[in-house]
C-alpha cells in the first residue's frame, strides 16, 4: 500500500520577516505567516489527512495546526523533523554574516548548498539523511494513509533531492528552495519514494508568495 505524503514548509516565521538565519531557534510563524497557513490549510481544507506530522520547533507546530484541527486529531511533534543545526549562524541575520562571511555564505552555501556543513553546525545531507529516516518510518508506520508533514526549507529541499536521486552538488540549479506555506506531494511504498509535486503555491497568490531561503 502506497502512502500518501504532503510536505509543507512552515509559512513565514519571525526571523524570516527580518532576514534572519534559523536553525533550530525556536521563534513563532510571522502575522503573514498565520494567514498563510490558514491558506494552507484551506487549500488543503477537500484532502482525506489521516495524520499530521510536525518539526517540534513552534514555526512548523504553528502551520501543522489548522489541518489538524480541520480533523479534530492531534499534531504528532518528531524532533527529527527539524530544520538543519546551523551552528554559528543561528540567530545572525543574512547582512551580518554576509558582512563576515560573505564568500562563503554565498559560494558554499547559495552555490553549494548540498555539500555545504555549517559553521559548527550539522551537514545538509546529513540533515536531509535524518529527515528521511524519519519520513521513512512515518510512510511504514501509517502505510496506505495520506500524512501531512509540516517541516522546514533546507531540510524538504535536501531530503526531496535525495528522494529522486539528485546528486548533492547537483541541488543548486535544479532544485529550488520550497515556498513558505507551499506545500509538496510524494508517494511513498515498497522502500522508494514517487514525486508527484513540488512547491506549490498558488493558493497564496492573495497574501504574498515569500520564497526566504533561511
Given amino acids: 500500500m502506497k502512502t500518501k505524503l504532503i510536505f509543507v514548509r512552515h509559512g513565514e516565521s519571525l526571523g524570516n520577516a527580518v532576514r534572519v538565519m ?9 502575522e503573514k505567516g498565520y494567514m498563510q497557513a490558514a491558506a494552507t490549510a484551506e487549500a488543503l481544507a477537500d484532502e482525506k489527512i489521516d495524520y499530521v506530522y510536525s518539526s517540534d520547533l513552534l514555526r512548523a507546530m504553528n502551520t501543522a495546526r489548522p489541518h489538524a484541527e480541520r480533523r479534530n486529531i ?4 518528531s524532533r527529527e523533523l527539524r530544520e538543519v543545526d546551523i551552528g554559528e549562524w543561528e540567530g545572525r541575520s543574512v547582512e551580518e554574516i554576509i558582512a563576515s562571511s560573505g564568500e562563503v555564505f554565498e559560494r558554499d552555501w547559495h552555490l553549494g548548498f548540498g555539500t555545504f556543513t555549517f ?5 545538509v545531507a546529513r540533515a536531509g539523511e535524518r529527515f528521511m529516516s524519519e519520513v521513512e518510518r512515518i510512510a511504514e508506520r501509517h502505510a496506505g494513509s495520506t500524512v501531512l508533514i509540516a517541516a522546514h526549507a533546507a531540510v ?3 531530503f526531496w533531492a535525495r528522494a529522486v536521486g539528485i546528486a548533492p552538488e547537483k541541488i543548486v540549479g535544479t532544485l529550488e528552495f520550497p515556498s513558505n506555506a507551499s506545500y509538496s506531494v510524494m508517494e511513498y511504498g515498497q522502500g522508494s519514494f514517487t514525486p508527484v509535486s513540488y512547491s ?3 493558493h497564496l497568490l492573495n497574501i504574498g508568495i515569500t520564497k526566504v531561503n533561511t
Fill in 22 to 30: 534559523l536553525g533550530h531557534t525556536d521563534l513563532d510563524l510571522s
Fill in 74 to 77: 492531534t499534531v504528532i511533534p
Fill in 119 to 123: 559553521p559548527g553546525g550539522e551537514a
Fill in 156 to 158: 524538504i529541499r535536501s
Fill in 200 to 202: 506549490n503555491d498558488a
